[in-house]
């Protein structure tokens, strides 16, 4: 029989302000972890009197350390302390590269990306201050770095990891069934009548959404369709800055709902037209995956780790160029078998990346280092 292996798992991203892929991340594999019989997941975060909410709630057991997330991270950041009670643990497993310090257990980080260096105006001064220290902490302490694309792996290389602690792990998604009750329920929620090109995931800089709303700009007179713009703000850039360029003909039909639950974005995704992610820089683009999980055709950026997902399986588009984003948005919204095409290939794509396989990747990775 196996020996059951002991994780202490941090999961402090699911009680961020905006959790974003970040903390989908840590709480879907802590799950996929806890569901396997030879693991033992126990979680870490910093001290809350509140949970995250519903879609982010960790299915695991959290302690709560004494320290408030700005202070925690601060002192992780820049100090060996506060240091993690490790005696009834086999494994250290930080879910972000601010890690806590080393112990006498192998620590092993996650790092997604590393943003902060390849867009460092694109950050707040305060943040990328954090994640370089962070980041230097992680070349000193991990034992092992998790990352989820062969696209971040060359930055974490270039970045200063040794090639022997890096792992390419490439995260999974587990679509949800949608009703036609509840497909019809997002539409009127959100006013969404007919065709509509669908973009998810946190505003923010490096997504790139001003140059999908010029493309939708050019768009705009060849077809009906709408544009939905779903998740959260993130910080750099308001739904109003997004939008004050744009004509008022325009805007009418673009639709910022702000945050979703993980329900209506299964609906937005099953429903959409066809998805939309021009990001310029992702460790490995989530929001693709997902939707070509629920069959939706995708038009992605070349060069970037999104493409790395797809494959085959997606339209790719230099996500500078305005013009490729809108004849790729055209094609898929006007050639219907075209963009069935597309999605079915998508869709078989998608199995290929499910939890399943994450957990168990991850679980080889601990194995080496005890």
């Known amino acids: 029989m196996t020996a059951e292996i002991r994780v202490l798992m941090t999961m402090e991203a699911a009680w961020h ?68 009670n490790t005696s009834d643990h086999d494994i250290i497993h930080s879910t972000t590269i601010i890690s806590p310090p080393a112990s006498n257990k192998p620590l092993v980080v996650s790092a997604h990306d590393l943003a902060f260096r390849r867009f460092p105006e694109r950050f707040p001064q305060r943040a990328r201050r954090l994640f370089d220290r962070s980041w230097k902490r992680v070349l000193e302490r991990a034992d092992a770095v998790v990352c989820p694309s062969a696209a971040t792996s060359a930055d974490l290389l270039a970045a200063g990891l040794d090639a022997d602690r890096l792992h390419l792990v490439p995260l999974g998604h587990d679509p949800q069934p949608v009703s036609a009750q509840a497909a019809l329920k997002v539409r009127q929620k959100f006013g969404i009548d007919g065709d509509f090109i669908l973009a ?9 959404i001003p140059a999908l709303i010029e493309a939708f700009h050019e768009l705009a007179p060849k077809t009906d369709a709408q544009l939905v713009l779903a998740g959260p703000t993130g910080w750099g ?37 066809v998805f939309c992610y021009p990001s310029l820089l992702e460790g490995f683009g989530l929001p693709v995956l997902e939707a070509m999980s629920y069959r939706t055709p995708v038009v992605t950026s070349k060069g970037t780790s999104t493409e790395e997902v797809a494959g085959d399986a997606a339209v790719t588009v230099n996500p500078s160029s305005v013009i490729e ?46």
């Open 17 to 84: 302000p905006v959790p974003g892929g970040t903390g989908r991340v840590s709480v879907d594999l802590a799950r996929a972890l806890s569901q396997r019989a030879d693991t033992r997941v126990q979680g870490i975060a910093a001290c809350h009197v509140t949970q995250p909410s519903a879609d982010f709630r960790p299915s695991i057991d959290v302690t709560k350390l004494l320290l408030p997330r700005p202070l925690l991270y601060e002192a992780w950041s820049r100090t060996s302390v506060p240091r993690l």
């Open 200 to 208: 998810a995931g946190t505003l923010e800089p490096r997504k790139n």
């Open 237 to 273: 850039i308001t739904p109003e800055e997004l939008l004050g360029p744009v004509d008022n003909v325009t805007k009418t039909r673009i639709s910022i709902t702000g945050e979703v639950t993980r329900a209506e974005l299964a609906a937005l995704y099953t429903e959409a037209t």
């Open 325 to 370: 984003i809108s004849e790729a948005l055209a094609r898929l919204i006007i050639d219907k078998s075209a963009a069935q095409e597309i999605g079915d290939a998508g869709y078989q794509r998608s199995k290929l990346f499910t939890w399943d396989k994450s957990a168990s990747a991850t679980v080889d990775i601990y194995r080496k280092l005890l």
